[in-house]
């Protein structure tokens, strides 16, 4: 068989270079080394290698002069050996021709493993038709007695190495049918791609298969190029990529890319198939016009051999060796033969098929012409009758062809046939066009004058061909025929679009999607229709939003127009071939049209089909921005299910849309997806008994859970799911009240504060866009005021259950929740804030507030001193603080609120309970200015009060208070304040005011109040009365210690250090040596904190290494796991100290530039960890005591 009659897309790469070696070897082969060919005897290659050659060389074109070559490399086997040694390719054939084909492909996976493939057991694993049923034998099985139904069983399928199943052919039969069925079912499918791929890429040859006229032309006239082929076109544009990255022309390669967007330039195989890679660019230009043919010197060789050196019995054994292994491969070639022309003659009928289509197709193109003119007037022509689909509604401009010389036609006759042609045509259009009068008037006018001439009609049209039109490829005929009925206009532009859309520029693709929905929406074949869509999804590589916009306004277009039956079978398909694209903007564009297409897809593809690819994106897609319109276009779905058994998926929709990890995912979540899930549950009548009761029972496992640590992103979660819900909600109770049958609005109706409801976060939260308009709302809501206020609940099941139960409930969970979390404690607050405000003032003043009282009961009784678990002690007290009693701002609203807070700070204080309770509740309060004037009215009622407890919990709730409240209220209201619990006849409610004090150094900038902060600190320090008290001294240090590093740099060396260096030289004097380790420790974590901000070299020889001296010498007799640290530091600071030269330079130093200059961390962490003190005191090495 000649190479050339193979099909290509069966060679693999591997046989196109044994080919080609194989050509090469005979191409060169000179007669004598035919001759000694035969001769090589014992010094010829390895037996199991030469046959192997000789077969996969000789595969597509076995010649008769490669035996004996192989039979000779074959006798030499086992010369020189005692035993003759059988080749691997000889057992490989005789296990082939016993049909034990698993043995070989064991055999086959080995030497794979091995490095040592045989081509023979690779060509016959490789060839899909060893494997099928066959009525004809091969000759070695016919030896064998295999037929048909031997013991290879398989169905005909394209079997390849790559897709046998091993498993199949285990020991393990039980399964063998089932897997048999799963692996033919996906060979069938591989088979069918195959077939697709074949058909296109003949029919793209025929299609683009220049005439042999034209080719007749190119060679008469060279200055004609002959038009560039696909194949070309991909090759050269594979290239000229190639070239640019090559030389750093990286824009104008994307540029091109871009241009090029149905081929893979990454990839030379996207090219064409079997195709070699041709030299690059730069390689071509140089070698151009050099292509010179090399002479190349030849010699003879030949090689002679001892017949003394041979064994005895060599000449005897080399014929019956050679004779036998001659019939093996004889028989392998003729076994090769006999299936390379099966596959040709399967090739060949496939080809004919192809051809005969593509003939037929040319005939009814150029058989239109002819229909033309041959129609006559007569009224009987089916043409006018009944038009064909396309080629009859043509006014075709081409003439007489060729093909039509013979027929005895003059010019008068045919301008006869054309106008009758005209006029039947024209009776058709009238019939179906309303607007077709313009047309026919057209029509019926063109008349030509014809010359009075006797020219032979051969002649003229031998003449007319000088006018070079080109009729005869693809865009000639479309020229040389207009269309003359809208759908010919509609065949003409399924056509023409897809040759035309890769031709324009992506920055103006935009405008061409008008074109292709109008023609995919009228188009009467589906094929067509299928095809528009998809350019129109895949019109542009990265649509930007303006592009996707105008997509998707063209799909709903296209759904409106065709209905949704046709938007199921052609627009559905398309997302869900993008639902996977590698660019997250095609995946966008899905996400989209899903949401924009739902109101146009039957219910049943609503709530199964797209309902499933929204959940797989949004679970599976990386790209924030998709999830975010998988959201969004899932809120669109939500709206038009009718689906109860729904709900519980929508449910697990929004939970997982919650926990994205993407703000703006979680974001559109409320906004837009709540809402929407919330009025299905609202129609379904779910929102209060399923809904609601579900993400509170999901907050109390999770309270239960978290005992040990709450997961407060969970908790977030769950609770702005509750708020977001609350508009929804009041909308629930708004219309099944008692009075919603009696709301008219007919009448004044007065209007709707603006502030009577919380800005809503999005249109869809908004009571008024869920009841209908605002107009009805404020009918509503009068009526609702009227009916709280007057005439009570009876009867109104959804607000009796948001009061019975929903309330009571959410209380409860509050009461459990750590009040020390400031995020759990602002969460809940501003879920309550948003309740009260929606639901209105009367609601909370007459149902919210009173179960809040009722559990507080003010009172020392309900308070566990002891415990510290009563309910004042819990997030309730802040929750109801901040989130119940703020959201009215009215003068009776902040003296509840001050009330509230004054009888909590004095039942606390009496009843020596935890204070975080109301430090939680300053701390959310003072975060908004607004409430800075009323906290310092609670504070001073503290100040006042005559309990010295109530004192010192007043003169602690200032430090919270200070770093919020601008400085003219500390001037004016705190420091007096503090100054007169400075001298309250109670040391501790003195000592209490320190941190205070301390806190305003660190925040103010006024130096009238430093100075003031400053004296009154000096008295706590140098007053004689103060000389012995152990807990002032404590408290001292400690603020020291926190607010150094941070105060004016003015007071830390002036005031701070000095001071500290006198409390550690007293330190060493004392003799409690509890007081003494105290002291030691608080004065260690202040050192420890000041030694990180920069001090002047005057007070580090005079206070800061004294101070650290002093305390090293406590620190050795008290501890000293703490002295090696010390120690280590004071060796730090003195090293600076004596390095004058950078003293000079710089005027100050930084301890802590030092520590990590000298790599003082790694230092302090291996002395800390020679510490051999118990855990609880290392914790306690830098803590602070609070």
């Excluded at 493939?117 to 490789?126: Q, V």
């Excluded at 289509?357 to 002819?370: C, F, G, K, P």
């Excluded at 799909?555 to 199921?568: D, M, N, Q």
């Excluded at 330190?1067 to 904190?1089: C, G, M, P």
């Amino acid at each position: 068989m000649a190479a050339g009659n193979v099909n290509p897309f069966n060679v693999s790469d591997s046989e196109e270079e044994a080919e080609h070696r194989q050509d090469g070897a005979d191409s060169e082969r000179s007669p004598s080394d035919e001759a000694q060919g035969h001769s090589l005897g014992p010094f010829s290659p390895p037996a199991y290698s030469e046959p192997a050659v000789l077969l996969s060389s000789n595969r597509t074109s076995p010649s008769v002069d490669g035996i004996p070559a192989s039979a000779a490399a074959v006798a030499g086997i086992g010369v020189g050996s005692a035993e003759t040694r059988v080749s691997l390719d000889a057992i490989a054939a005789q296990l082939l021709r016993d049909q034990y084909i698993l043995t070989a492909l064991e055999l086959h996976t080995e030497l794979l493993e091995a490095g040592r493939e045989l081509p023979r057991l690779r060509d016959y694993f490789s060839n899909p038709g060893n494997f099928e049923r066959q009525s004809g034998t091969p000759p070695a099985c016919k030896e064998q007695g295999v037929g048909p139904g031997g013991p290879l069983n398989r169905a005909g399928s394209i079997s390849t190495l790559d897709s046998l199943d091993f498993a199949r052919y285990s020991d393990d039969g039980n399964r063998e049918l089932d897997e048999r069925v799963a692996v033919l079912e996906f060979e069938l499918r591989k088979a069918k791609e195959t077939i697709q791929a074949l058909r296109a890429n003949l029919t793209q040859a025929a299609e683009c298969e220049i005439p042999s006229q034209e080719r007749k032309n190119y060679k008469s006239s060279p200055e004609i190029q002959e038009p560039i082929r696909p194949l070309e076109k991909r090759a050269l544009n594979f290239l000229v990529n190639e070239y640019l990255l090559k030389n750093e022309y990286k824009l104008t390669s994307i540029t091109f890319s871009d241009e090029n967007d149905d081929q893979d330039f990454e990839l030379w195989d996207d090219v064409g198939l079997n195709i070699p890679k041709p030299p690059d660019l730069l390689h071509v230009y140089r070698n151009c016009g050099n292509s010179l043919p090399l002479n190349m010197n030849t010699v003879d060789v030949a090689v002679s051999v001892d017949p003394s050196d041979l064994p005895g019995d060599y000449f005897t054994q080399e014929p019956v060796l050679q004779t036998k292994q001659q019939q093996e491969v004889v028989q392998e070639l003729e076994y090769q033969i006999s299936l390379l022309n099966t596959e040709k003659h399967s090739l060949a009928e496939q080809i004919k098929k192809l051809q005969s289509d593509i003939q037929a197709l040319q005939r009814n193109v150029s058989s239109e012409t002819t229909t033309v003119v041959k129609s006559t007037p007569s009224k009987q022509d089916p043409l006018c009758d009944k038009p064909p689909l396309d080629n009859g509604q043509y006014l075709d401009i081409r003439g007489v062809t060729e093909t039509d010389s013979p027929l005895d036609v003059n010019a008068t006759k045919t301008s006869t046939t054309t106008t009758t042609t005209t006029d039947c045509t024209e009776s058709i259009t009238t019939a179906t066009q309303p607007h077709s009068k313009l047309k026919s008037q057209s029509k019926t006018a063109v008349l030509f004058d014809q010359p009075n001439r006797n020219l032979s009609p051969v002649f003229h049209q031998a003449l007319l061909s000088f006018c070079r039109m080109s009729a005869d490829s693809r865009l000639g005929s479309e020229v040389s025929r207009i269309a003359d009925s809208e759908q010919s206009v509609m065949l003409m532009l399924g056509r023409c679009l897809p040759h035309i859309v890769p031709n324009v520029l992506l920055a103006k693709r935009e405008e061409l999607i008008p074109l292709i929905l109008c023609t995919a929406c009228l188009h009467p074949e589906p094929k067509e229709r299928d095809q528009l869509l998809h350019i129109l999804f895949n019109l542009i590589k990265r649509p930007d939003d303006e592009q996707r916009q105008m997509i998707l306004t063209g799909c709903v277009a296209f759904a409106r127009h065709v209905g949704p039956t046709r938007v199921e079978a052609e627009l559905l398909p398309q997302c869900w071939e993008q639902i996977n694209h590698k660019y997250p903007e095609r995946r966008l564009l899905v996400a989209e049209a899903c949401g924009a297409l739902a109101p146009y897809l039957p219910k049943e593809i609503r709530s199964s089909l797209v309902l499933s690819m929204l959940q797989q994106m949004l679970a599976e897609d990386k790209a924030d921005m998709v999830r975010e319109a998988v959201v969004k276009s899932l809120a669109i779905i939500m709206a038009y299910i009718d689906d109860p058994d729904k709900y519980s998926q929508g449910f697990e929709l929004m939970l997982l849309s919650l926990g994205d990890p993407s703000e703006r995912v979680v974001s559109a979540t409320h906004q837009v997806f709540i809402p929407a899930f919330a009025a299905w549950c609202t129609e379904l009548g779910n929102l209060q008994s399923q809904l609601m009761p579900s993400l509170l029972t999901r907050i109390e496992k999770l309270l239960k859970q978290g005992e040990y640590g709450l997961d407060e992103h969970k908790l977030h979660m769950y609770l702005s799911a509750l708020q977001s819900l609350i508009p929804a909600l009041f909308a629930v109770l708004l219309q099944n009240a008692p009075f919603t049958s009696r709301a008219n609005l007919q009448g004044d109706v007065p209007p709707i504060e603006v502030t009577r409801f919380p800005r809503p976060a999005s249109p869809l939260q908004d009571v008024a866009t869920i009841v209908g308009s605002r107009e009805q709302l404020a009918v509503l809501l009068q009526l609702y005021d009227h009916q709280l206020q007057h005439e009570g609940t009876t009867g109104w099941d959804s607000l009796l259950w948001v009061v019975n139960q929903f309330l009571p409930q959410i209380i409860e969970i509050v009461g459990r929740i750590n009040v020390t979390s400031s995020t759990c404690v602002h969460e809940f607050s501003r879920f309550f804030w948003r309740l009260c405000r929606t639901f209105g003032k009367i609601f909370t003043n007459t149902k919210v507030k009173p179960q809040f009282q009722e559990i507080l009961r003010l009172s020392e009784e309900n308070v566990d001193a002891t415990a510290g678990n009563g309910i004042l002690t819990k997030a309730t007290v802040p929750i109801y603080a901040t989130g119940v009693l703020t959201c009215y701002n009215q003068e009776e609203d902040r003296k509840l609120l001050v009330g509230f807070l004054e009888d909590v700070m004095t039942t606390l204080s009496l009843s020596h309970a935890p204070l975080d309770s109301l430090k939680a509740s300053f701390v959310e309060l003072g975060a908004n200015p607004a409430y800075h004037e009323l906290l310092l009215t609670v504070l001073w009622y503290g100040v006042v009060h005559t309990s010295a407890l109530v004192r010192c919990t007043a003169a602690r709730m200032f430090e919270l208070l200070v770093k919020g409240v601008n400085e003219t209220l500390v001037a004016q209201r705190v420091v007096p304040a503090l100054i007169t619990l400075s001298s309250d006849p109670e040391i501790s409610v003195r000592i209490s005011t320190i941190p205070a004090f301390g806190t305003i150094m660190e925040t103010v900038t006024q130096k009238e109040l430093l100075e003031r902060v400053k004296m009154q600190l000096a008295s706590f320090l140098e007053d004689p009365q103060y000389q012995d008290q152990h807990s002032l001294h404590m408290e001292i240090i400690k603020t020291f210690g926190r607010v150094g590093p941070n105060a004016e740099p003015r007071f830390r060396d002036e005031f701070v250090l000095p001071h500290l260096h006198k409390l550690a030289l007293c330190n060493n004097q004392q003799t409690v040596e509890s007081k003494r380790i105290d002291i030691a420790t608080q004065l260690f974590e202040a050192y420890s904190a000041l030694s990180c901000c920069f001090i002047s070299e005057e007070l580090m020889v005079n206070h800061f290494l004294p101070g650290l001296r002093c305390l090293r010498t406590d620190m050795e007799q008290l501890s000293p796991e703490h002295e090696v640290i010390l120690s280590s530091m004071i060796k730090e600071c003195e090293i600076k100290v004596e390095n004058k030269g950078i003293g000079e330079a710089q005027g100050s130093i930084s301890i802590a530039a030092s520590l990590v200059g000298e790599d003082a961390k790694t230092k302090f962490l291996s002395k800390m960890g020679q510490l051999t003190t118990s855990g609880a005191m290392l914790a306690n090495v830098f803590q602070r005591k609070k």
